[in-house]
Structures are given as C-alpha cells and as structure tokens.
C-alpha cells in the first residue's frame, strides 16, 4: 500500500459561453463539481479502491440536476431519457456498462453492477432494467428525471432539427471520474444521457469500452465527453491506452495527440480525464470548455471550466 492516490472529475464538455454564464450559475456548477470531487475522495482518503471512488464521485454527479446524467438527463427525439454508463477496473479489466435505459436512478451503479454480477459486460434497455430489479437497484419515473432547461433544449433542436452536444452554448452534459488509490489501481466511470434530440435507440461513446471509458493499471484511466459517434470511430479512451503501451508516450504526449490532433482531424468535439499509474492527471479538450476538477497526488485541488 502507498500514500499516493489522487482524483479527477468531469461535467461535460462544449462550448461553454462566458455570456450565458452567470455567477450564480458558475458557483452551482462549482459547487457541483467540489461535492461530486469530495464524494469520490473520501473513498480515497481512506483507503478506499478506485472503482468504489470513481462510483460515488458519478453518481453525486448523477444526482445533481445541473449535469447530464441520471437527474437532468437530456431529452432524446421522441421526448424520453435514454441514459449510457460504464465503468472499469484497470486491476483485473473487468468492465461492466449499460445503454438505453431510462428508469434506473443511478446508471453508472446498475454498470458496476453488471460488472461484478451479471457475467457480462454490456447490458442494453429492457434487459438492463430487469437485471436493477433482480439486484434492488432504486428506480425512478419520468418527473425525476425531467428538468426544464433540458426540455426547452429539445425543444429548440426540435425547431432547429438537429442533434446537439449538450454543452453547446449553455449547455452542459456527461459526467465522468478517473481515479488512482492507495493500492496503485486505476479505474475509470462514465454516465450521460446522451446528445439532445439524438435518435431513439442511439448509443454513445460513453458505456463503449474503449471509447469513452477505459482503465488500465499498466496505463492510465481515461473517462471521454462529447460528440459520441467521432469518439467511437478514434476508440479515443483505448488509442490513449495503446499510445502509451505501444510508442510508451506519456499520458500527455497521448492525451496532447488525441484531443488536440486526431480528434480535431475529423471535427470530434469534445475532451476527456486521464490518470496514469504515477498519478499524473490530464485534463484536455479542444472546445471552448470543461467542467473539470481534480485533486492531485500532493492533495492540491482545482476546479475549472473555462480554458484558462
Ligand atoms: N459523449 C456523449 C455522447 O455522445 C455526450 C457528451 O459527452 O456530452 O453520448
């Protein structure tokens, strides 16, 4: 056992507009972020395992209206909530995720679930439901998961007819956590209801192992957000991965090349969290903005969202 563990977090990223932000706004989004940052750290702290870590900071992210997963999950294009989870342990790669699934409250729990008792890795709607009701996961209806702002966005990508990444102007989505404990093993989560007005029944990067989640202890953890289908076509979360295994890159010679180079190549929006095995953390993205925040190795913290 080490004294060495450390944390990141992400709300979404996008084009976070300094104009449509108020200050009043930017604290609750910070104060989202410290809670969800302080929910996974106290696992940390005490000598907790990552998974469980990265587990507690998601779904404190869930549970909060202002993110995009569980509570306040987008709209898709028929009017419901179709949310994606993942998560992985960069111990023994045991990975679990669900997809479509719109009534279980905490998704990236029914996705460590699935991980450790359903034999499988991937579970999709239905079936995915009926495996939270074997396992006493806790449900909810349509009114939790409904905000306000997330239906005035559908509404508007209605009227426009596009699909939109959540956090475009002032819109914000998918969470995420990667982690490093006391033990030297890394773990990755991610939870999103997905891009507004998206069609019924698609499936982002964020529950595909290897896109928008990935954790490996002979690498790094990586947890993805934005524009889904570029991320699945880079496999970004695995590319950072083999970068690193393959060519032996650091974590930011890896997370530099995909975000700033090949993501940027085929327009894919967006940025992800890394950690590696010495606890180095990254935080990149090629749009105007994060929601980020992290607590380091020597416990120093920061919470961002805008590029400075
Ligand atoms: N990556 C998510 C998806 O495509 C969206 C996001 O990160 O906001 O489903």
Redesign the pocket.
Known sequence: MTNIFALAIHG???TILRSTMTKELQTQYEQGLKDALSAGYTILEKKGNSVDAVAAAVMCLEDNPLF?AGKGAVFNNIGKHEM?AAIMNGKTLEAGAVCGISTVKNPVLLAKTTMLYSGHVMLAGSGAEEFALSQNLQFENDAYFYTQQRYDQWQEALVENKVQ???TEKKM??VGAVALDCFGNLAAA?S????TN?KFG?????PVIGA?TYANNATCAVS??????L?IRLVVAYDISCLMEYKGLSLKEACDLVVYNKLVAINGE?GLIAIDKAGNIELSFNSEGMYRASIDINGNSIIKIYKD
């Open positions: 979404g990223a996008g995009n994606d990444l959540d956090h989505g998918t991610t999103t209801g997905g891009m998206k698609r499936i982002g990067d964020s928008g993805c957000t934005g524009h889904g289908e991320f967006g």
